[in-house]
């Protein structure tokens, strides 16, 4: 088996004593590529001075494989709520915020550096006390999917709201149904005036 030389941090470990380990890119004889990783651990004697390196290796280029698809698949995701045309923000379990897309950023008028891994008490101190909240909250601890629909007195918008349980955490979706809604009610006083007119008119209406 023919291999590369060791990455500088493995060296390095070896030296100063400090167990290392590294997924290095080895080539067995018929020359195919492996990821083997090497981990170094030293053993000392009874005066603490290291006596032997120690060394263990694994294959571990099917758990790398998966890894990179799985990273690959996140960002293709990443890649498409940025463009989505709503909010979407998830959080981790204890409450710090781990992505919001560019909408989140332009709707709430916050970039999205300073949101991403801050604490959500720290963003918003009083947030235990806001429903949406709450209810992501409940979520967390019962792994239900919540939707409902709200007024957002900060961006003075309706949003319907999706909040869903995640292997880390919660993540909540929010449409902005503010159109949708105000449509409604101008069909509803248009239907009612129109039944006004209808039962006050003097002339029948064929």
Not at 5 to 34: I, M, W
Not at 115 to 134: F, K, N
């Amino acid at each position: 088996m023919a291999s590369i030389p060791l990455e500088p941090e493995v060296s390095e470990g070896g030296d100063t004593g400090t167990p290392v380990t590294a997924v290095l890119t080895n080539y067995r004889k018929d020359g195919t590529r492996f990821l083997n990783e090497l981990t170094l651990s030293p053993i000392r004697d009874d005066s603490g001075t290291i006596t032997h390196i120690v060394g263990f290796q694994q294959d571990v280029t099917e758990r790398e494989h998966v890894r990179q698809q799985a990273a690959v698949a996140t960002q293709h995701l990443q890649a498409a709520l940025d463009h989505f045309p709503d909010p979407f923000i998830a959080y981790d379990r204890q409450w710090t915020i781990t992505y919001v897309n560019a909408a989140t950023a332009t709707r709430f008028n916050y970039p999205a550096e300073r949101l991403i891994g801050q604490s959500l008490h720290a963003v918003s101190p009083h947030a235990d006390q806001l429903p949406v909240i709450q209810a992501a909250q409940h979520t967390l601890a019962t792994g239900v999917t919540q939707r409902f629909t709200m007024h957002s007195d900060h961006i003075g918008r309706d949003l319907d709201v999706t909040i869903y349980a995640t292997p880390d955490g919660t993540a909540m979706l929010l449409r902005d149904v503010t159109t949708e809604r105000q449509a409604e009610q101008a069909l509803r006083e248009s239907q009612d005036l129109f039944a006004t007119i209808f039962q006050e008119s003097p002339v029948a209406i064929a």
